[in-house]
């Protein structure tokens, strides 16, 4: 068995370990591998143990591998800060799900491409739980707001949220993000907008992803775990400057 696939198979392994722990039935939760800096041939290892869901962060990195991608069945989700000028070159990719949409320029924009294709995306909003400022996603107080008025688009389909939680070995303090997203999922779904779902939660890492299935997550993004140690700093991910 290559390294990838006995990762997956650790990371699965995990994943029902943490169900138990918590109650739930391991199909509860989707693994979805987190591919940037990652080649397209170490991919396509993950994909043939037959896991479907992948995510970049850049629409670059998206662009360098979808050739190579194109013969493996698989879903791509997008999980990096997207510019509101790269929403056009997102779109050519066949991006099923944009779960990092947290501000409303960059939803309205989306939507002025769909609705001219008449076509229609999934969407995650991104909530900064962390108060890091290093990282994106609407503020949790704003969560609402921003629903109601991604809701108003009719191209885009909310269907819950997403996080990073805090880079931290404090448990205590990851395990918080983790709690601020359900509890900021409940408030969603109590205002009972048309049109809205509230049931996927996106959080928990490499680091992180056990506690927040404990928590209620439905999807885990790995990306370390399962393909080694990435040569770009994450601050090239996730910083403002770049
Ligand atoms: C890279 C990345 C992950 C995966 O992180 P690992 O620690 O490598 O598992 C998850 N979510 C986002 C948004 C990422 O950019």
Known sequence: MNDVAQHIQEILDRIEKACIASNRSKDSVRLLLA?????????KLALETGQTLIAENKVQELKEKYEALQSTPHENHFI?????????????YEVHCVQSLDRIDLAEKLHQRLSAEGRSIDVLLQVNTSNEESKYGVHPDQALDLAKAVAALP?????????IGLLSADAVQVRQCFQ??????QEIAAAAIPGVEMKELSMGMSGDMD????????????????????PTPDSFYWNENN
């Not at 591919?35 to 991919?43: A, D, G, L, Q």
């Not at 990096?80 to 050519?92: E, P, R, W, Y």
């Not at 601020?180 to 999922?185: E, G, N």
């Not at 506690?211 to 990435?230: D, H, L, M, S």
Request: aromatic fraction near 2%; proline fraction near 4%.
């Open 80 to 92: 990096g800060h997207l510019q509101t000028n790269k929403v056009k070159d997102i779109l050519k």
């Open 35 to 43: 591919t940037k800096t990652v080649p397209p041939e170490r991919i």
């Open 155 to 163: 191209s885009l389909h909310i269907k819950g949220l997403m996080t």
């Open 180 to 185: 601020l997203l359900k509890k900021v999922q």
């Open 211 to 230: 506690i927040a299935i404990e928590e209620g997550a439905t999807i885990v993004r790995v990306g370390t775990a399962i393909f080694g140690k990435r």
